[in-house]
């Protein structure tokens, strides 16, 4: 139990890290920023990389691990998920306000949370898979042994 709360805080603390990133990428192109829409923009940024890693991390467990579907194939649907939370507020602009769909904040965004999501989703899946292997290798041990 300690062991998913730790690894649920860790996927939390790399995926704020990840969305503040982001987030530290977006202000540097923003033309006048005030200081009030620069924490604004950290908060959000660092809540909205907690609130992808942690549905990516659900995704992954139920994908891989349980129905067993490829990694190549569980990529793709937390691919499509960081693109639809990215760009959701992108989204909403265009269909409330009428504004451009596009911007150079919304590429920057893609580009960095695709990135860094998808290699911190990759890794964490090899790890779990070594783990595994370890431990199914320490069960065989320790049933040969009795």
Known sequence: MLRHINDLL???IISGIIGLIVGI????IEPNPTTH????????SFILGIFIGSISRLLVIEFYFRKRISLKLTLL???CTIALVVSSESIYNYLVYNKSI???QLLIA????ETL???FC????????DLNEKLNIKKLKLSKKN
Do not use: Q
Request: proline share 0%; hydrophobic share 65%.
């Open 10 to 12: 860790l996927n939390s």
């Open 25 to 28: 990428a977006i202000i540097l």
């Open 37 to 44: 829409w620069i924490i604004f923009n950290l908060i959000y």
């Open 77 to 79: 649907i937390i691919f």
């Open 102 to 104: 596009l911007s150079m």
């Open 110 to 113: 893609l580009l960095i949370s």
């Open 117 to 119: 999501g998808l290699s």
């Open 122 to 129: 990759y890794i964490s899946i090899k790890n779990s898979i």
